[in-house]
């Protein structure tokens, strides 16, 4: 049974930092690409980062420069390096296997400005 877990997530004041992580359960966690989603209130879920089975990387404009995906395909889990936090990074952050529907229980990121 494929499972995601997120954890890492809190309250941080604007210009601080974060690191997320995510343990997958129920697949081969180096074949597939990988992604970090976020979700704000009132607004759709959003790609803001992927990492591919390769190791290449993507991320939305708002966080390039910021943040930093990365895997340790070892251990199953996958990373979101978040630094210089803005209050708009606020959101419920998932992980997410790109070939799978499932999404985890996410985890809550809280900026305050």
């Known amino acids: 049974q494929v499972q995601l877990v997120e954890s890492g997530g809190g309250l941080v004041q604007a210009g601080g930092s974060l690191r997320l992580s995510c343990v997958v359960f129920?697949?081969?966690?180096?074949?597939?690409?990988m992604a970090w989603y976020r979700q704000a209130p009132g607004k759709q879920r959003e790609l803001v980062a992927g990492?591919?089975?390769?190791?290449?990387?993507n991320y939305m404009d708002s966080v390039k420069g910021r943040f930093t995906i990365s895997r340790d395909n070892a251990k199953g889990l996958l990373y979101l390096q978040m630094n210089t936090l803005k209050s708009e990074d606020t959101a419920v952050y998932y992980c997410k296997i790109q070939s799978y529907s499932n999404w985890g229980q996410g985890t809550q990121v809280t900026v305050s400005s």
């Open positions: 129920g697949i081969i966690f180096r074949l597939y690409n």
């Open positions: 990492i591919t089975s390769a190791g290449s990387t």
